[in-house]
């Protein structure tokens, strides 16, 4: 067990809807990442926030933002979901922004 | 922009067979290299880290190599086991200012009993 948690487990949206899912990092952890895993791929960047901050961002569109809170918990956010954002979420703590990152269950979501 | 690539895709090999899992990265300033494992539907759990200035790690049946120069990683699984089935995936992690890690695709192990 890494101690980060997800929530949901899974969850079902429609095309055009708007999505949070969150996720709440070891205790002290103050860098949250997020990746997103289609079937059959590897994870792919998202973003990373540090100390509330975004930290850097990956090749997602301007609809999938995020929120981390000064409590270790963080949120990402879909809008406008499309059939493609269909994929497993993970959310990964650190220390630091360079330190090993724990990952967490993940989210599977589906849009239909 | 780093690009992560293993090879092969998947992999079958008996039980009590020693396996090496391959993984090849295109940029060689990278900060680490990380293998996870990933059971079916389930989130990553970390096997072994390497910083970008060792060589090998250990844990147990697992070792873990680093080259650089070459931009290759290999796992190597001594004595593998059924419950050694998972899908195996490295990450490479850039240097500071680019600390995203950069996945591979995976290899998916099964030991056959």
């Known amino acids: 067990e890494t101690g980060v948690t997800q929530s949901p487990t899974h969850l079902i949206k429609t095309r055009g809807q708007q999505v949070t899912l969150r996720c709440s990092s070891q205790?002290?952890?103050?860098?949250v990442s997020w990746y997103q895993q289609a079937l059959g791929q590897g994870p792919q960047f998202i973003f990373q926030?540090?100390?509330?901050?975004?930290?850097g961002r990956g090749n997602f569109p301007p609809r999938f933002s995020g929120l981390q809170f000064p409590n270790y918990s963080s949120e990402l956010n879909v809008n406008a979901l499309e059939l493609d954002d269909s994929a497993l979420y993970l959310c990964?703590?650190?220390?630091?922004?360079?330190?090993?990152?724990?990952f967490g269950p993940g989210t599977r979501l589906t849009v239909t | 922009k780093q690009e992560v690539t293993q090879i092969p895709a998947a992999l079958s090999v008996p039980e009590g067979e020693n396996l090496v899992l391959n993984c090849s990265f295109t940029?060689?300033?990278?900060?680490?290299l990380q293998w996870f494992r990933q059971d079916p539907g389930k989130g990553l759990t970390s096997l072994l880290l390497?910083?970008?200035?060792?060589r090998e790690q250990t844990s147990g049946r697992l070792n873990a190599s680093l080259d650089k120069s070459s931009g290759r990683s290999t796992l190597y699984i001594a004595a593998s086991q059924p419950g050694d089935s998972a899908t195996y995936l490295c990450?490479?992690?850039?240097?500071?200012?680019?600390?995203?890690?950069?996945f591979g695709t995976g290899t998916r192990l099964t030991i056959i009993p």
């Open positions: 205790s002290g952890h103050n860098t």
């Open positions: 990450a490479a992690r850039g240097n500071f200012g680019n600390e995203k890690l950069t």
């Open positions: 990964a703590s650190s220390w630091d922004r360079d330190t090993e990152q724990y």
């Open positions: 926030y540090y100390r509330e901050e975004e930290n």
């Open positions: 390497i910083q970008s200035s060792q």
């Open positions: 940029d060689s300033a990278i900060y680490n």
